[in-house]
């Protein structure tokens, strides 16, 4: 039964579309498409800063009209992230004059990526840095003492990058590096000594001409004072280390790419305490120990290259004297970081490790 009164058909037909009235848009948003722009007309850039949501990139470099822009991220890219070393296109005010702004669209392919994550429990990766040849590990012979542990985990990054590692030893006129160095005898790695009255500016930049180099180094070691004789001008702010803790203040706290007299690039990065690992296949860790992974060649499938590890040609040769007279420390080196990052949880902090 209808509840209308009988005469009353059409109870709405007096009103007229003219009458509705549409419910505003709150945040008067265009409709969502799912069509982006192709950005034609975008120029490439590479990324030489990241600060707090805004980049600075190099736009039209070696040529005439080379300058620096700033820029913010476009919306889409809200997930993605931008490191220094990044190759991107923009779009917008691209002349870098004052008060621009202009917007990164698109982030090209990168060739490496420089990884660490908090510790070695947390597999979440934290991106350093993007395109990268080398990585110039930056080591004290004393004051702080050298730590051949986060060494050993620089390398891991490294190789599992497929980036090339370069030792620098600073304050060689404190300490003799010749035991630390030991801990790597077999590796293909470049060493450089330091002092802070002769820097081996000639000798570093013969090796770092022509390539982007990322710079690391525990707090304190001397790693920006190397950076600013590599780079006159720089103005890296240098710190001292702590007389009671043996620890180096923080001085860097930015990702900073500083272009090299002779051609490249070299990226300043802040000192660092730990360098977690939870982001690497523990399998890939074998790379960084060149004059084991030949040996290891041999192991069983599945060998996990640890003391209790049934058949393992690594540890039979050690107990029979055939890896040199440090093939045993080398072993241990790997087999801790093996243990760490095979555990389910880990030993804590990367630091750990590198006291």
């Excluded at 060689?172 to 005898?185: R, W």
């Excluded at 043996?246 to 300043?268: A, F, K, M, N, Y």
């Excluded at 069983?300 to 058949?311: F, M, N, Q, S, Y």
């Amino acid at each position: 039964m209808s509840w209308l009164p009988p005469d009353t058909e059409e109870p709405y037909e007096e009103y007229d579309d003219v009458d509705y009235r549409a419910r505003p848009n709150p945040k008067a948003n265009r409709p969502r498409s799912k069509q982006r722009p192709a950005h034609d007309d975008a120029v490439v850039a590479r990324v030489t800063t990241v600060d707090r949501g805004r980049y600075t990139v190099l736009v039209d470099e070696g040529e005439d009209a080379e300058r620096t822009v700033t820029a913010t991220r476009a919306r889409e890219l809200r997930k993605q992230s931008i490191v220094t070393g990044d190759r991107v296109d923009l779009v917008g005010d691209v002349t870098g004059d004052e008060g621009s702004l202009a917007r990164i669209v698109r982030v090209h392919e990168r060739r490496t990526l420089l990884r660490r994550s908090a510790d070695d429990t947390d597999a979440v990766e934290r991106i350093i840095v993007a395109n990268a040849d080398q990585l110039l590990i930056v080591v004290a012979a004393a004051d702080p003492e050298p730590r051949p542990r986060l060494v050993d985990r620089y390398l891991v990054a490294a190789f599992d990058a497929g980036i090339t590692p370069l030792l620098v030893i600073t304050k060689v006129d404190l300490a003799d590096p010749s035991a630390f160095l030991a801990h790597f005898t077999g590796l293909d790695l470049q060493v450089v000594t330091s002092t802070p009255e002769h820097p081996p500016v000639d000798a570093l930049l013969e090796r770092l001409r022509g390539r982007t180099t990322v710079a690391v180094g525990h707090s304190g070691v001397g790693k920006s004072t190397l950076v600013n004789a590599l780079v006159p001008g720089a103005d890296r702010a240098v710190g001292v280390v702590n007389a009671v803790t043996g620890r180096g203040r923080h001085t860097s706290s930015s990702t900073v790419s500083l272009r090299l007299p002779e051609g490249g690039w070299i990226i300043d990065t802040p000192g660092v305490r730990s360098f977690g690992l939870g982001h690497v296949d523990p399998e890939n860790i074998l790379r960084a120990f060149g004059d084991l992974a030949d040996v290891a060649a041999a192991c069983p499938r599945g060998c996990t290259h640890l003391p209790d590890a049934p058949d393992c040609e690594l540890v039979e040769r050690a107990a029979r004297g055939e890896l040199g007279e440090l093939g045993p420390q080398r072993l241990d080196s790997l087999q801790r970081l093996l243990t760490t990052l095979r555990s389910p949880r880990g030993r804590g902090t990367a630091d750990s490790l590198g006291e």
